[in-house]
């Protein structure tokens, strides 16, 4: 248990839905990160928040989109997906004084 | 960012003790180095950081020579439940860029009975 949450913890979706993924900390921390975890690649950072603010889109396509509307939530809103996005999402948090970061559980998304 | 080289792959038997050696020959001045484990389908926990000589906690041994240039992730007396993948990475901390972390293929780590 990091303190970090994630949900849902497993999602399918076909290609044409719209959903969002979220995460939640309240750890105090003012950074927040997506990752994309793909079956044997490694986790590729997707997006990071510092004190609400995206500093990073690591050339995210448009079919995915952050929402941070405070420091303990971020979220991944998926529209018009497809089925190479499957993958485990990853949410972490760090707070600002550390380079540790603290791992949320993952989402798994199936993309039919 | 520096970009960090490791073994795909490391057996081991239960009880021993496990060195893993990393290289990353462009480490910056401002950078640590950081590891973390990976249980499947999980998220990535923290292990261990250091910038300079040993650095040790209750999980692990952290041994980075004097260029930097590499360091070793030392597990004493291994179990099963270390099984896992390990990553080694270096982390600028500092300003807008602190604490991106770039992942690289990581160590899958097998311990035997």
């Known amino acids: 248990e990091t303190g970090v949450t994630q949900t849902p913890r497993h999602l399918v979706m076909g290609m044409t839905n719209k959903k969002s993924l979220k995460c939640e900390q309240h750890?105090?921390?003012?950074?927040m990160y997506w990752y994309k975890q793909s079956a044997k690649k490694p986790l590729e950072l997707m997006f990071v928040?510092?004190?609400?603010?995206?500093?990073e889109n690591n050339s995210v396509p448009s079919r995915f989109s952050p929402e941070c509307p405070n420091s303990s939530h971020l979220f991944l809103h998926l529209h018009t997906l497809q089925p190479e996005d499957s993958a485990l999402y990853l949410c972490a948090s760090r707070r600002d004084s550390s380079n540790e970061q603290f791992f949320g559980p993952g989402t798994r998304l199936t993309v039919l | 960012l520096a970009k960090t080289t490791q073994p795909i792959s490391m057996d081991s038997y239960e009880g021993q003790e496990v060195n893993i050696t990393c290289s990353h020959n462009n480490i910056a001045t401002n950078d640590y180095i950081t590891w973390y484990q990976q249980f499947p389908s999980q998220g990535p926990r923290f292990i261990i950081q250091?910038?300079?000589t040993k650095v040790t906690n209750e999980v692990a041994s952290l041994f980075i020579p004097a260029d930097r240039k590499s360091s070793t992730l030392s597990l004493p007396r291994v179990s099963l439940s270390d099984t896992a993948v390990y990553y080694c990475l270096v982390v600028f901390l500092g300003g807008n860029q602190g604490g991106k972390l770039i992942f690289g293929q990581g160590t899958e780590l097998s311990v035997k009975p």
């Open positions: 750890l105090g921390h003012n950074a």
């Open positions: 928040y510092n004190f609400k603010e995206q500093t």
């Open positions: 250091g910038y300079k």
